[in-house]
């Protein structure tokens, strides 16, 4: 969707490295939502933002949420080969629940 | 595990047959949202229930497709005149709603629709 940009499209890290992907909108978000899908299956739930400011972790999975509430990012610290998949973030933008998805990032860990 | 299901996994369908696809939401939950996913694309909201009620329909794709939560709990969508577009995985979700302002999707594995 044009009203969510995903970057990058795609990315090859090694194993053991950091990484980030961003999620950017053209409007406010009233929420935002990380999932991850492993090829060919249904998406999994990572984290949920809906403050501006707004900072969650999981494991060695960060979120946050800009104060603008337009800006989201994911960092990976100390990336493992389970962390590859394609991530995806979906926006609730008119506080009426239909997620606005971003095309996702590509995700390959080189061990 | 009583997370989302989808039945089948897998369709192969010629063009022109009808195709139907069943999704078992979590059971505590009121809402049951349907996605096509196309290759390296994120999901394309097509409908979604909020129990028994389909609140919005207007997203789906043509009059070939419609979908049915008749009794508040599973779904079906089905898809008529297949047609080689059509071809893609079809994604169900489902949340626990109400008026909080957060609905956290949960999402069964799909279906992957193939047309010959």
């Known amino acids: 969707s044009q009203e969510l940009e995903q970057s990058p499209q795609s990315l090859i890290v090694q194993e053991g490295k950091n990484l980030t992907i961003n999620c950017t909108s053209s409007?406010?978000?009233?929420?935002l939502y990380w999932y991850k899908q492993k090829y060919g299956e249904g998406l999994i739930f990572l984290m949920m933002?809906?403050?501006g400011g707004e900072e969650k972790s999981h494991e060695k999975i960060t979120a946050k949420l800009d104060e603008k509430k337009q800006q989201s990012s994911l960092h990976i610290t100390a990336s493992q080969p389970s962390h590859a998949g394609i991530y995806l973030c979906?926006?609730?933008?008119?506080?009426?629940?239909?997620?606005?998805w971003g095309a996702g990032t590509k995700l390959i860990i080189k061990p | 595990d009583t997370g989302v299901s989808q039945n089948p996994r897998h369709k192969i369908t010629k063009r022109g047959q009808n195709v139907t696809f069943r999704c078992d939401p979590i059971?505590?939950?009121?809402?049951l949202y349907w996605y096509r996913q196309t290759l390296g694309q994120g999901p394309e909201f097509l409908t979604y229930?909020?129990?028994?009620?389909?609140?919005?329909k207007s997203r789906l794709l043509s009059d070939r497709f419609s979908a049915e939560r008749p009794k508040g709990s599973f779904s079906t969508l089905e898809i008529q005149r297949t047609e080689q577009g059509d071809s893609a995985m079809y994604l169900c979700?489902?949340?626990?709603?109400?008026?909080?302002?957060?609905?956290?999707?949960?999402f069964g594995p799909g279906t992957r629709l193939t047309v010959l």
């Open positions: 979700a489902s949340s626990l709603t109400w008026t909080s302002g957060t609905d956290t999707q949960y």
């Open positions: 059971s505590e939950h009121n809402r």
């Open positions: 229930f909020q129990n028994e009620a389909q609140l919005e």
């Open positions: 409007k406010t978000l009233y929420g």
């Open positions: 933002l809906q403050k």
């Open positions: 979906g926006a609730d933008m008119d506080s009426n629940y239909q997620l606005i």
